[in-house]
Nanobody
Framework: QVRLVEPGGGSAQPGESLTLTCQAS?????MGWFRQLPGKEREKVAG???????DYAPSTRGRFTISKDNAKWTTSLQMDSLQPDDTATYYC?????????????????WGEGTQVTVSS
């Protein structure tokens, strides 16, 4: 299985920025980020594939930027203009299938999650 390590997370004030990074144990064609808001179901935030094509949820498009380093086996999520409703547990995801869809939700490997809290 693919091991995903996502150190980081933390707290920020509204309007500030925070970057999450996920390190995979091997190369994966697709990587992405999901989040689960308190009392809500897990939702897709962003995805990226080996061709660096990206997909964003409407709630984060324009504020969040996902990147993928194919040589380092990493994905990062830069979060700008953070707001309190961005507070959630963020999960890194990956899929080593060549036919994976970065715009989809059926990633096969998941990180343990990291907490992001945005408050004043």
């Amino acid at each position: 299985q693919v091991r995903l390590v996502e150190p980081g997370g933390g707290s920020a004030q509204p309007g500030e920025s925070l970057t999450l990074t996920c390190q995979a144990s091997e190369y994966t064609y697709c990587m992405g980020w999901f989040r689960q808001l308190p009392g809500k179901e897990r939702e897709k935030v962003a995805g990226v594939d080996w061709r660096l094509r990206t997909d964003y949820a409407p709630s984060t498009r324009g504020r969040f930027t996902i990147s993928k380093d194919n040589a380092k086996w990493t994905t990062s999520l830069q979060m700008d203009s953070l707001q309190p409703d961005d507070t959630a547990t963020y999960y890194c995801a990956a899929d080593r299938r060549i036919n994976c869809r970065m715009a989809g939700t059926d990633f096969t490997f998941w990180g343990e999650g990291t907490q992001v809290t945005v408050s004043s």
